[in-house]
């Protein structure tokens, strides 16, 4: 007999691998661009942040989601080709729209980003426009690999991507550069050219994604562009909603690495800031890598389970164990700040009290994601746009008056406050037009334990050995693993056989 939540766990672990290990080939280049003597100063690496920030908006925009419009309909329709051709149809269209228009006023944009201490020269812009639009292209055959539960292929896929973003990246910035800054004559230090510097970090990620096209070429060359004008208007239609709740979300997620520059009074002192901000924000890897995969296997298995008798319950025992592993990674981080600070140059650390806010702040935002299943199986998805729009508006609110103050930690606190009102509202709303019962006591007592855990460990940070302070640590955070095993043991036995069975009888 099957059972679909280790089904759902089974393909969130390969969706994992294709994820944590890109992921971390992605975080090394944290280290790899910014520690030892040759690394960019944190004025350079902001330069880094920003652009990024907005290649995160802009994808937004460029997909404005169809993807999730697809898996809707892809669950509903007999014919999946109809749905796959209307949606890369719509997304290939606009791209071109979208990437002609950014390229036109390119120099514009390059010259309204400039800053006394760093230049944005137009081909970063160039670059940039050219990763979103080849990131968009590839957007449905990615959709559709995971609709077939091709967990395996999209996470070799995206594996290969990043290993030779990887790649690229270490052999333009760590050798070539190295051997530039050493003088030597090689052909190798010919290559670098010191007006590009932090842009080779773009430069890198375009020549990945086109790789990618490379290989997805026959998922892209057996589209028929034959669009069904009635489909294209429903799907447009569902999916409007949901870009502005991308662009609400992007506000929440990046607006921060954008506004710093904006609100600081000493432009100087805020291209730093984001520099900092920027590397300390990547400390919070596990959260952010767990939910990503979390994300990929679960919006297909939740509306593949939506016709399902117990679909609701499935979902709450979703939900309390995602909490819980949530819960595990921010004892793990936290906990073990006194190593992974490494990760990052030394004059990065001075943001590393940002890091416990930012892992909190990613764990509403998932438990968001689980409870956004409501409005997108019941097709309300303007509600989605309104959680989304009330935590952008924290967001602006918080930023735009604490920013000038209180610099980075401004925006760590906002995140904070917006992920947390945009999980309560949802969750409010979601009682409402489409109640589950979620076990709250569960969970309200799993999350008060690991942050007893975590305000304890200050209790012993005078002792002077860190070596010391690290194993008391990790005690702590066996002891929570322990708790959650004796608690929960016997209730996941139990689960397991009931919904195998049950998946059984519904077949």
């Avoid at 679909?311 to 004892?331: E, H, Q, R």
């Avoid at 892992?359 to 199986?377: D, P, R, T």
């Avoid at 509600?383 to 508006?393: D, E, H, R, T």
Wanted: proline share 3%; glycine share 6%; with cysteine.
């Amino acid at each position: 007999m099957s059972n679909p939540l280790k089904k759902l766990a089974g393909q969130t672990v390969i969706y994992g691998l294709g994820t944590i290990i890109p992921r971390l080939l992605n975080y090394m280049l944290t280290p790899l661009l910014t520690v030892g003597v040759n690394g960019f100063l944190p004025a350079e690496y902001g330069i880094n942040s920003e652009l990024y920030a907005y290649i995160s908006f802009l994808n937004v925009i460029f997909t404005y989601g169809m993807e999730t419009a697809f898996f809707n309909y892809n669950s509903k329709l007999e014919d999946k080709e109809k749905v796959y051709n209307n949606a890369f149809a719509a997304l290939l269209a606009s791209t071109l729209f979208f990437s002609i228009v950014l390229m036109l006023f390119t120099p514009a944009i390059a010259d309204s980003l400039s800053t006394p201490n760093a230049v944005y020269r137009t081909r970063f812009i160039l670059w940039s426009v050219l990763i979103i639009a080849t990131d968009t292209i590839c957007a449905m055959p990615f959709a559709r690999l995971r609709a077939q539960n091709k967990a395996l292929k999209f996470s070799l896929l995206k594996l290969i991507n990043v290993v030779v973003n990887f790649s690229v990246t270490f052999f333009l910035v760590r050798i070539c550069r190295n051997a530039h800054l050493a003088g030597d004559n090689s052909f190798v230090a010919f290559i670098y050219n010191p007006e590009t510097g932090i842009g080779y970090v773009f430069l890198a990620n375009l020549i990945a994604n086109l790789v990618t096209m490379a290989l997805l070429s026959k998922e892209l060359i057996t589209v028929k562009l034959k669009p069904d004008k009635v489909l294209m208007k429903e799907m447009l239609t569902y999916a409007w909603p949901l870009l502005i709740l991308g662009l609400a979300g992007m506000v929440n997620e990046t607006l921060d690495r954008i506004i710093l520059k904006k609100l600081m009074v000493n432009k100087v002192e805020a291209q730093v800031a984001q520099g900092i901000y920027g590397a300390c924000y990547k400390i919070a890897i596990l959260m952010t890598v767990f939910i990503q995969a979390f994300r990929f296997a679960a919006e297909p298995f939740f509306f593949n389970r939506a016709k399902e008798k117990d679909s609701k319950k499935t979902y709450a025992v979703v939900m309390k164990y995602f909490i819980i592993f949530c819960l595990l990674l921010f004892l793990a981080t936290t906990l073990n700040l006194g190593w992974i600070k490494y990760f990052v140059g030394s004059a990065y650390w001075e943001g590393l009290t940002v890091v416990p806010t930012l892992l909190l702040a990613n764990l509403f935002l998932g438990v968001m994601y689980n409870l956004s299943i409501w409005y997108k199986l019941s097709g309300q998805t303007k509600f989605g746009a309104i959680i989304a729009l009330s935590g952008a508006a924290i967001t602006v609110i918080i930023n735009w008056i604490f920013v000038p103050t209180y610099s980075y930690v401004a925006c760590a606190w906002a995140t904070f406050a917006a992920y947390g009102g945009m999980m309560v509202l949802s969750y409010i709303l979601g009682q409402k037009y489409f109640p589950i019962k979620y076990n709250l006591k569960a969970i309200l007592v799993y999350t008060g334990v690991a942050l007893l855990f975590y305000l304890v460990s200050f209790s012993y940070q005078h002792l002077g050995s860190t070596l010391i302070k690290l194993l008391l640590n990790n005690l702590l955070i066996l002891l929570f693993v322990w708790i959650v095993y004796k608690l929960e043991f016997n209730n996941l036995k139990k689960l397991s056989s009931n919904v195998a069975a049950a998946d059984q009888s519904n077949k």
